[in-house]
């Protein structure tokens, strides 16, 4: 979601002059675009910071200026302590806020730095942006929702994001046409909570997940649609079904379960049982045989016996992960579970995030080759390390590369999986199946 942000700041700040720059020579403003969800993420922005001062203060030998601008949840959480911890920040600013950046960017230059603008606002940011004028390229982002009502005992994003909000259909369906326009064959929808979209329709009614998905499908020259990321207690019927009726719905869902325990499930405040999840996964792959999965999951959330970690095992043997995130419970401030006196100690956590990784990433290599000899069709959208290679996903999110195929570069292709490794896999194309855009 920052990415796509990051997208959206550079859309309000164009009509400015501004544009985006690789170097920080060139640079005349540097936002840090930031996350918040655990302590490393929130570590890394200060020492970043750090690193951009030296910059600002080269160019201020040079007699030029440069504005340092904190955005995202880590502006959100820390407002004026940022500009306390570091005063050469001239501007934070949180996630609800980046469509007032030309404003707060002008304040910066006339009032010297300290501008910090935190409001979740009551007119929704959304319909205040101008329209997306950057393209992000054949596969794109968009949000649909954000923020969350769900306050699962160890996280912040209800709290740095905000309210549940949903954009209306309308106004999405308008922004993936543009893309479209703008040569976007796949759109990843975005929310942090993105199945519960419940989306104002024209007619009066409420557009659910599936709904949107459905009328996006029918856009011309639109030929993947993914969406991520879910809660399983907003699986729907509707849209459990539509994986199996709309071809355009890539088959790969990323769905955490953050824990295999019951118990656990319950001290984390997700409203679900471990056995409520495994029947969503079964409900899946009977109407989509094929589908690929992925999860989050925290070890050593507070109070976590061994018991309650063998549940999460457990777990993962019986679903058998295509790929999945895991990290070690991060007390995060103002959080429920933050404030338990039974946390877990950092030896034990390491030692047990280090057996779930290894039993993840024997599944994820088991994964990647049992697909050697496949057929697909996949969308070569990036340069990769060497001369004449391509990258891309498979339908079902693996990483692939393909060699001796730069023509292909924006194009979908049909490829056999040749060779695979732990974190990616290799193609060959099958001359020549390139499937053109439909004109919309
Ligand atoms: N909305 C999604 C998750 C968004 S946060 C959901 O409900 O699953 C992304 C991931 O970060 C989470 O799935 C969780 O695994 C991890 N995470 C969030 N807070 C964390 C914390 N305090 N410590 C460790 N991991 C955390
Ligand atoms: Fe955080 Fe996801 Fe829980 Fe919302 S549903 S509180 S985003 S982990």
């Not at 990415?3 to 309000?12: A, G, I, K, P």
């Not at 404030?339 to 990647?368: A, C, F, G, I, W």
């Amino acid at each position: 979601m920052n990415v796509y942000d990051s997208v959206r700041m550079n859309d309000c700040l164009a009509p400015m002059g501004y544009k985006a720059s690789n170097t920080y020579e060139d640079a005349d403003l540097v936002i840090l675009n930031t996350c918040h969800i655990r302590e490393k993420a929130e570590d890394k922005v200060y020492s970043e910071l750090g690193r951009i001062r030296q910059e600002k203060i080269k160019k201020s030998a040079k007699g030029e200026q440069m504005l340092i601008a904190v955005g995202g949840c880590v502006g959100q959480a820390e407002g004026e302590e940022i500009i306390r911890r570091a005063p050469y920040v001239d501007i934070v600013l949180g996630p609800q806020s980046y469509h007032q950046l030309p404003e707060m960017v002008t304040r910066a230059i006339r009032e010297k730095g300290g501008v910090v603008e935190l409001d979740f606002p009551t007119v929704q940011k959304f319909d205040l942006l101008p329209e997306s004028t950057t393209s992000q390229g054949v596969s794109a982002f968009l949000s649909i929702q954000e923020g969350c009502d769900k306050f699962c005992s160890f996280c912040v994003v209800p709290y740095t994001r905000g309210a549940e909000y949903s954009r209306k259909m309308d106004t999405v369906e308008q922004e993936a046409r543009r893309m479209v326009d703008q040569g976007t064959m796949e759109i990843t929808l975005l929310g942090q909570n993105v199945n519960a979209y419940h989306g104002d329709n024209t007619d009066g009614t409420t557009a659910s997940l599936a709904d949107l998905i459905d009328r996006l499908a029918r856009i011309n020259g639109l030929e993947r649609i993914r969406y991520m990321t879910s809660h399983p207690k907003d699986m729907s019927d509707d849209l459990i079904a539509i994986h199996g009726s709309e071809p355009k719905l890539m088959p790969f869902l990323h769905l955490p379960v953050q824990s295999g325990s019951d118990t656990v499930l319950k001290r984390m405040n997700r409203k679900h049982e471990a056995s409520f999840y495994i029947d969503i996964i079964e409900r899946l792959r009977k109407v989509r045989p094929d589908i690929a999965f992925s999860s989050d999951f925290i070890v050593g959330f507070p109070g976590e016996t061994d018991k309650e970690f063998d549940e999460t095992m457990k777990m993962v043997e019986q679903v058998q992960y295509a790929q999945a995130y895991s990290f070690k419970y991060s007390p995060r401030p103002g959080t429920p579970a933050a404030m338990d006196d039974q946390q877990v100690p950092e030896e034990l956590k390491d030692e047990r995030l280090q057996r779930l990784q290894s039993l993840l990433r024997h599944q994820q290599t088991t994964y990647n080759a049992s697909c050697i000899g496949m057929t697909m069709t996949v969308l070569l959208d990036r340069d990769g390390k060497f001369d004449g290679q391509l990258l891309g996903k498979t339908p079902y999110m693996q990483s692939l590369h393909v060699q001796d195929a730069e023509n292909y570069r924006g194009k979908l292709v049909d490829v056999r999986i040749i060779g695979s490794t732990l974190n990616s896999v290799s193609a060959e194309i099958i001359n020549p199946t390139v499937h053109h855009r439909k004109a919309s």
